[in-house]
């Protein structure tokens, strides 16, 4: 038997939770930097990983959206796209959904299309070199108005045969679901996925609003759902997946320690949860990292990472054919590894 660590590496998985501009590592950021002309407030990349260490959301989103100004051209989209597909591949990861946030790009004067073909093109190299399959999720800013966003979504029609869905991120207390109502049901209306970021700082409150207002596919986070037991049993009983991110929670403060954390508690519950890593170049850690790190913490049995690992198939966006796909393929990885048999 293989200890942990190799098993969690060796088993199928997604990643359903990742913002592509919090993939940003600082020797990208420097060498964006000098490529664009652009000065960074930092003398090196020590200096930058000196100032990642935040105590809440927004202490994060400050740095986040600042070192997203070195990303100008299609190419350096295209750059951050496969580094992380590079890292995602070496965990084990077979297939990504990943969230841009535009808005952090447009209002700087970089065009729409030049974020979407970089990103694109970098989900087809990913695909053709390393076997990741991926799909795109638009993410609307919503410490911005909801015109804005509606302006977001029209600027993203030439694309929308490439764009699985659309997403809330960015600041969340103060901004509820119910500020999107309008853009939420246009998205839906143009066949688009829906998710939300929810619970992650906000109240359970916000996450009766995402089901109930946005009609969300998947919630983003959902960890406060925890604190209203009607919502655990609604959440359980509709089968919704969280994709939950233990290294964030960890770095923005959600948890106080990753013991603490409430993913085995959710599993228990009958939540279906999945383990995603967020912004691994801000929080120290990509996907396998958070699959290790959270199971040492919590004691996560070889039957839970499985469980973990189905949820992030079933919970995906891929047609139901690609997921019968890859649960055979996890059933198979499970009989060999208990045969012994090498891989
Ligand atoms: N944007 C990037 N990461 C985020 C997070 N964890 N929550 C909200 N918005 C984000
Ligand atoms: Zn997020």
Redesign the pocket.
Known sequence: MPDLESFIRGLPKAELHL?IE?SLEPELMFELARRNGIELPFADVEAVRAAYAFSN?QDF?DI?YQGAQVLVTERDFHDLAMAYFRRVAADGAVHAEIFF?PQTHTERGVAFATVADGLLAGMAEAKATLGVTSKLILCFLRHLSEDDAQETLRQAEPYLDRIAGVGL??S?LGHPPAKFAKVFAAARAQGLKLVA?AG?EGPPEYVHEALDILAVDRIDHGNRALEDAGLVKRLVAQGMTLTV?PL?NLK?CVVDELPDHPLKRMLRLGLKATINS??PAYFGGYLAENWISTTHALGLTRDELVTLARNSFTGSFLTPGEIAVHLTEIDNYVADVEAGRPR
């Open positions: 913002h919090g959301l989103l986040y946030d991120d960015s969340e970021h992650e991110c964030s923005l967020d912004d």
